[in-house]
């Protein structure tokens, strides 16, 4: 489930944004102010934040860039302003795409499944690299110390799953319905199972436990 920050001061638009997101079964924070935004991005990772320009505490370029400065996450402002300028300076802080107010909620959820869609393909594309481990999503192969990695295809899928979602606290129920296919409440140590076989063939320090949760993959900052 991808996670999205929605950012603005207007209780009705956040409120309307946040719900039909919700409904399209994304996971939604909300926050109202730059300051706020800021704070939650740091603390919940999100895939993509929805970021209206005009926001209390400092404005959404300010906001944008203070995101941008520490994990590349897209970004679609919410804005009245319609001149070309204020959209170049919006581009140049890190916004990947506008919604000009007043917008449709089916024109929201489309640009956001663009925008995520379009990460997705760029994250993918270059292998990515942890510690001594090389993760190739596109061609699903695993490398360590240089040496490659045999994984059966459900751990790669659950390893797949938690590298889209770094740092991010990811309970076993998530996990059995996302990578398994089947509904919450089905047993639990299915996923323990192969976390354990993760750790043993990619190293203890990449999948953290979270206490009360699930796990969370390790990405050093």
Sequence with gaps: MKRILVVDDEPT????VATRLRAEEFAVDTAVDGPSAVAAAAATAPDLVVLDVMLPG????EVCRRIQAHRATPVLMLTARTDETDMLIGLGVG????????????ELVARVRVLLRRMDRAGESEPMVIGDCSIDLQGRRVHRGGDEVHLTRTE???????????????SREVLLEHVWGWASGVESRTVDTHVKALRRKLGAGLIRTVHGVGYALEIPR
Excluded: E, H, N, W
């Design 13 to 16: 638009i956040l409120a309307q």
């Design 156 to 170: 790669f899928d659950l390893l797949a799953f938690l590298l889209r979602r770094p740092r991010a606290a990811v």
């Design 95 to 106: 916004a990947d795409d506008y919604l000009t107010k007043p917008f449709s909620m089916r």
């Design 58 to 61: 400092f404005d959404g370029l």
